[in-house]
């Protein structure tokens, strides 16, 4: 066993929740999504990110399962961790977390084990993001319409652009935390979160991108979480879960968009501008190849669809263009641990003209997939549909993606 250096960073995984509302005879952090429990999840994570030291907050009564988690998860690492007892409520078990922290720990990361499928390299991103005088907080855009109410009717709307949904882990600089903390506690007040309790003591907080994966695990999330961990490698295998799918062999999906000429401005196409051409219509720049690849690759993934990431709901992707899309969905396959093996995708229309440009424009969409290899192809109808009489294109694409070796984790640099 190699000796590991004593890190600076640490991170509490907070797992002393009691599960009541998953209503599954255990608390939360031991409930299991398959063949391995929430918390185990959660530190597989932990373990996939940079070396910390682990400070699991375990329920009261089960510190010795906790450890055995922790054993499972840590490998060569079982050294950086250690399982302490939670209290009566958040604050009291983090704070139980902060007082088992190694002298040379600078950085302190707080972690919600109901948020077990978070990607390593979220985890490495807020620690990074973590300064001497300001925590960092993952976090998303709002999508969903949000109302003011009272009395039971709508009285305004809210600015989405004024707000975010926070996610775990949330860093801080270990002596402003402890301080804040130290603060709350003598002021006897409760915070729903760190970064609230952090900000109240007069700190400031960044915000990096979080996940889609690092939703908290909630009843009506359980069977969510189930069918993410199905699809993802390194789940336990089809021989120890008789009912379960395959999942190291190569996935297919199929993606397919339309879109009527009659949008405003040149035409985009295939990630290509094409001068003199009518436009798309569309919420974007109606790129129809584009849009087709992108419902292939999440199908392919099981990841939803286009409308899902790119819809209406999500208005800063208005008027965006091929790469955008193709990078973020590239970011979304990664994040869930594929890798993109090919894609074939065929338009069919009278117009633009394609050969003279094909080249181009699957050097365009491969760069936007990551050096992913891309061929596109067209094809007229002969006059028939409303292709064949010009009045808009239709689109095919055919995508394969690999499961990666490592559980979610993209793949490593050349």
Known sequence: MSILPV????????????????E????????????????????????????????????????GDAQTELLAAAGDRADLGRVVTGGATRQESVAAGLAALWGDITTVLVHDAARALTPPTVIDAVAAAVVGDAGAVPSL??????????????????????????????????????????EATAQGAEYTDDA?????????????????????????????????????PGAPSAAARPSAVVVDAPRVGIGTDVHAFGGDGALWLAGLEWPGEPALSGHSDGDAVAHAIVDALLGAAGLGDIGQHFGTAHPEYAGAHADVFLSRTGELLAEAGFAIGNVSVQFQGNRPRFSGRR?????????????????????????LGFPGRGEGIAVTAVAVVIPRPERGLPAPAE
């Not at 809210?158 to 301080?179: H, I």
Request: aromatic letters at 4%; glycine letters at 10%; zero cysteines.
């Open 7 to 22: 890190p600076h960073t640490a991170i509490i995984v907070v797992a002393a929740g009691s599960g009541t509302r998953l």
């Open 24 to 63: 599954a005879g255990a608390p939360k952090a031991f409930v299991g999504i398959d063949g391995r429990t929430i918390l185990r999840h959660a530190l597989d994570g932990v373990f996939a990110a940079a070396p910390m030291q682990v400070v699991v907050v375990a329920p009261s009564g089960y510190e």
């Open 141 to 182: 855009p709002v999508v969903d319409t949000l109302k003011r109410v009272a009395d039971g009717l709508v009285v305004g709307a809210v600015d989405r652009a004024e707000l975010a949904a926070a996610q775990t882990p949330q860093g801080f600089p270990r002596r402003l935390l402890e301080a804040a903390y130290a």
């Open 196 to 232: 609230a309790l952090f900000a109240a003591a007069g700190n400031a907080v960044r915000l990096v991108p979080g996940s889609e994966r690092s939703f908290k695990i909630t009843p009506a999330d359980l069977e969510r979480a189930r069918l993410l961990v199905a699809t993802t």
């Open 359 to 383: 080249g181009e424009a699957e050097a365009a969409l491969s760069a936007a997939l990551g050096g992913a290899p891309v061929t596109v192809t067209a094809t007229t109808t002969d006059g």
